[in-house]
């Protein structure tokens, strides 16, 4: 267990639908990161949020969006899903982002 | 931008046999550098990290890195693998600027395969 935790594990959706994942950080770290990997696009950075703001934005479609709460828990929510968005979604979370991040165990999305 | 380049997308090696994984970087100024390991089926686990000081940094599992700042290189090696080392490695790189540090940025990964 790296004390960063994601859920739901699995989620098998239609196209068109919108998903929540879920993401609570280590105890302590103020960073979250979200990644998306996939098989084609290998790891790709979406966001990023500090202590409840948004601080880098990498490749994340119009279609995503992400917050990060009070209680420093991230949701990533995806919408209009496509086929093409079937992949992992990983959370990190680090201090400060200067140590490296610990991952959680990721989210598998398949969208049908 | 910052960009990481793994050069092998497949390796097979039998039990034993020595490793080398090379990573490439493009960013000119202060960086972190990481590897990390993800296992089938787990998430990414950090293997080892360099910030500054001695170039050659030894992580877990018998793992070390040599970062060559002229050729903006880190490049994983073990003297010898196990079945066990089967997964998928990932060189990352940050950069630091005004006492912060940007996202990481991946490597594409390479997939070794360790053969009993």
């Known amino acids: 267990d790296s004390g960063v935790t994601q859920t739901p594990k699995h989620l098998i959706t239609a196209t068109g639908q919108r998903v929540t994942l879920r993401c609570s950080p280590r ?21 990023q949020y500090y202590n409840g703001e ?23 929510n995806l919408s209009s899903l496509e086929l093409g968005d079937s992949a992992l979604y990983f959370c990190a979370s680090s201090p400060n982002g200067m140590d490296g991040y610990t991952f959680g165990s990721g989210t598998r999305l398949t969208v049908v | 931008a910052q960009s990481v380049s793994q050069h092998n997308h497949h390796v097979i090696l039998s039990e034993a046999a020595s490793l080398e ?18 296992y089938p ?8 990290k360099y910030f500054s000081g001695d170039p050659l940094v030894k992580g ?8 060559i700042k002229s050729k903006f290189s880190f490049n994983l090696r073990k003297p010898s693998v196990q079945w066990s080392d089967t997964a998928e490695y990932f060189c990352a790189v940050n950069s630091l600027s005004a006492g912060t540090a940007s996202k990481l940025t991946f490597g594409t990964g390479t997939r070794l395969q360790v053969t009993l």
């Open chain 1, 27 to 47: 105890s302590g770290d103020l960073s979250v990161y979200w990644y998306q990997q996939s098989l084609d696009q290998g790891l790709q950075f979406l966001i």
């Open chain 1, 54 to 76: 948004e601080r880098a934005k990498g490749n994340i479609l119009e279609r995503f969006s992400a917050q990060q709460f009070p209680d420093l828990h991230s949701e990533l």
């Open chain 2, 41 to 48: 089926g787990q998430h990414l686990q950090l293997l080892l």
């Open chain 2, 21 to 38: 994984l090379g990573c490439n970087y493009s960013y000119g100024g202060t960086v972190n550098l990481f590897w990390y390991v993800q």
């Open chain 2, 60 to 67: 877990i599992k018998g793992f070390e890195a040599e970062f």
